[in-house]
Nanobody, 122 residues
Framework: VQLQASGGGLVQAGGSLRLSCATS????????ISWFRQAPGKEREGVVC????????YFTDSVKGRFTVSRDNGKNTVYLQMNNLKPEDTAVYYC????????????????WGQGTAVTVSS
């Protein structure tokens, strides 16, 4: 199983970025995929997860209304669209997949991508 996050970069506050998570090595259609982030000096936190059916579970209230996730099952890829970015969104963003089927709130994420850095300047 492999996941590779990309699309990070430097953006001004109020701007947008779209991150991609390309996956391989498993039956993508059947699994939830989640985004996590780790800000400098802080613990990693869950951001938002998309189920196999396309439903979203937000783990962080601060991104609701600004971040959304979509999946392209034909490309085995998940996208994190981030709008109205704030300096506090600065972090390394990771995508992750579980070993087992299940809904976003219930699975453990066992496989991780390498992360892509997002920096939001004020």
């Amino acid at each position: 199983v492999q996941l590779q996050a990309s699309g990070g970069g430097l953006v001004q506050a109020g701007g947008s970025l779209r991150l991609s998570c390309a996956t391989s090595g498993f039956t993508f259609d059947y699994y939830a995929i989640s985004w996590f982030r780790q800000a400098p000096g802080k613990e990693r936190e869950g951001v938002v997860c998309i189920s196999s059916a396309g439903g979203l579970t937000y783990f962080t209230d601060s991104v609701k209304g600004r971040f959304t996730v979509s999946r392209d099952n034909g490309k085995n890829t998940v996208y994190l669209q981030m709008n109205n970015l704030k300096p506090e969104d600065t972090a390394v963003y990771y995508c992750a997949a579980p070993k087992h089927h299940g809904g976003c709130p219930y699975v453990t994420f066992d496989y991780w991508g390498q992360g892509t850095a997002v920096t939001v300047s004020s």
